[in-house]
């Protein structure tokens, strides 16, 4: 059981295969955080991979918040959401003959709201998704120095990337799975808000906005790790 670090279409992914006999039953696409941190080397995350069978595929966008907006330093002719859908199927299919809908979309913080930018946009491709942490409402940091000052030019151009203004009440991800620490002071308010919408759009989705471990941070990320791979076990 390792990771190692590919290279796909020009960019960089760090990848899991379960040593087992058995063909993977499925691929767990990670999007990370604004940290830059992936699943490599996760002791959490590794286990439970090799307890489901499945391979773990994280690819690397530096500070990119996983949009439909293309960031230069990220790739300078395809945004980040058309690079992962053009590009990581096609990879999964080649190399261990895994397609959707057997390819699921997790990620924490930035990579949490990336996941549902992903699945809300192509929710056929990829319908199940679980968003740790997500930072729904990303305009709330614009202006704080971060990438998005460089992505958007004012606060309402990034509200209106954000990925509950892209949900569709006929078109959205079947299996969704909302995580975050109730005492989570950067994202819980933008958790809550996009489950009110999704309930009140009569779409189905599980949650867990209860289990706290110590707020916002890895912490929390890790301890949900056996909830977060059985939901995925189950749906994907």
């Known amino acids: 059981m390792s990771w190692s670090t590919i290279e796909f279409a020009g960019k960089s992914a760090d990848v899991y295969v379960p040593a087992l006999a058995e063909k993977p039953t499925g691929v767990v696409m990670f999007l990370h955080g604004y940290d830059g941190v992936t699943l490599k080397e996760n002791p959490q995350y590794t286990q439970e991979l090799a307890r489901h069978n499945l391979i773990g595929f994280c690819p690397v966008g530096p500070h990119c918040w996983w949009s439909d907006v293309i960031y230069p330093p990220f790739d300078e002719q395809l945004s980040p959401v058309d690079f992962l859908v053009q590009h990581v199927p096609a990879y999964c299919q080649a190399q261990w003959q895994i397609e959707p809908p057997h390819i699921a979309v997790c990620g924490f913080e930035m990579g949490g709201q990336g996941a549902l930018q992903l699945t809300y946009r192509h929710a056929r491709q990829f319908p199940t998704v679980v968003a740790i942490s997500p930072k729904i409402d990303f305009e709330s940091w614009w202006g704080r120095g971060t990438s998005l000052d460089t992505l958007f030019a004012d606060r309402e151009a990034a509200r209106q990337r954000t990925a509950i203004l892209h949900l569709h009440p006929l078109n959205y991800p079947k299996h969704q799975f909302l995580l975050c620490d109730p005492t989570d002071l950067y ?50």
């Open 187 to 236: 994202c819980f308010d933008g958790v809550l808000t996009l489950a009110s919408k999704l309930s009140s759009t009569g779409i189905l989705f599980e949650q867990d906005f209860v289990s706290t471990h110590g707020g916002f941070g890895w912490g929390y990320v890790n301890a949900m790790a056996p909830a977060v791979m059985d939901y995925i076990k189950r749906s994907c």
